[in-house]
């Protein structure tokens, strides 16, 4: 049964026949209800299928950050279904039924602020040592962004992440490695936050540069 409140459009929740009335982020939707069938079989089925499921691998260790990170990109929907839709399309590479994420286009951040250039990283010992070069060499106000390093360990399936309270104006961060295993099961992107909270840049993978 159907609940409505004022009109078809108002709010309703509940199914009639094969019509589903619901609300999602203050907005009311119908849809209808998919014809049954016991599983996807098709080739086009399968391959969305294994990159739903890379892409929920990917981000789901991330999920309480997301709302900061692409907070930018969930103008009515979730941040978590933004990350998930630009990851679709832009995070995988290869042949069904060889799919990967690929490091250097899926974004865990997603924003206007600019990237540092020439982002490197070095590891020493179980530190790894994270240098950038400012694009210009007059202060501005993008100089008091912060630095957010993201890492998810491949060992233990643990993911990390925090805002390190260092400024991008200052070229460097070295992060002490608390898992000794090595730093070279891991997978580290980087990215910035604007002294203000409000803004995001895009991320960086450094795992490639390992």
């Not at 692409?70 to 832009?90: H, I, M, P, T, V």
């Not at 730093?183 to 936050?193: E, G, I, P, S, T």
């Amino acid at each position: 049964m159907a609940r409505l409140k004022g009109n078809i459009l108002d709010a309703g929740s509940g199914k009639v026949g094969s019509v589903v009335l619901y609300t999602r982020y203050g907005k009311s939707y119908m849809r209808s209800l998919p014809d049954y069938y016991k599983d996807a079989k098709s080739p086009a089925q399968l391959a969305q299928r294994q990159k739903m499921q890379l892409v929920h691998s990917f981000i789901r260790p991330f999920k309480k950050l997301l709302p900061i990170s692409f907070a930018s990109e969930a103008e009515g929907r979730s941040a978590y279904q933004a990350a998930q839709s630009f990851n679709l399309k832009n995070g995988i590479s290869g042949e069904y039924p060889n799919f990967y994420i690929n490091k250097e286009s899926a974004l865990l951040s997603k924003g206007e602020l600019s990237i540092p250039e020439n982002i490197t990283s070095q590891i020493l010992d179980n530190s790894l040592k994270i240098k950038w070069e400012l694009k210009t060499k007059s202060w501005d106000s993008s100089w008091n962004d912060i630095l957010l390093i993201m890492v998810f360990n491949h060992s233990t399936g643990e993911a990390d992440y925090r805002f390190t309270g260092v400024r991008r104006s200052e070229g460097e961060y070295i992060w002490n490695n608390d898992i000794s295993n090595s730093l070279k099961n891991m997978d580290v992107w980087v990215a910035f936050r604007n002294i203000e909270e409000k803004k995001m840049s895009d991320s960086v993978c450094l795992t490639t540069m390992f």
